[in-house]
């Protein structure tokens, strides 16, 4: 999954216009993926000058 880092967005809105799903939504100054939504096509990673997004994997759960 992709995780935008607070910390580091400035809310520009790259990854906005470049996510072909529309996954990525503006939330109190930042933006976040929603996963649900999500095709894992890396592109908001490559656009984003800031390097604030990075993909992290799914923790794996243990039943
Ligand atoms: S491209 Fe990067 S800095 Fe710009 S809004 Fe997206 S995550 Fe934030
Ligand atoms: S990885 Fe692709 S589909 Fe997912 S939020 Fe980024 S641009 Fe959108």
Known sequence: MFVIDREK???CGEC?????CEAIEERD??????PDLCAEC???MDVCEFGAIEEREIPSRTV
């Open 9 to 11: 967005c400035t809310d």
């Open 16 to 20: 906005r216009d470049v996510c072909p």
């Open 29 to 34: 100054g930042c933006c976040e993926v929603v």
């Open 42 to 44: 890396g592109a908001c």
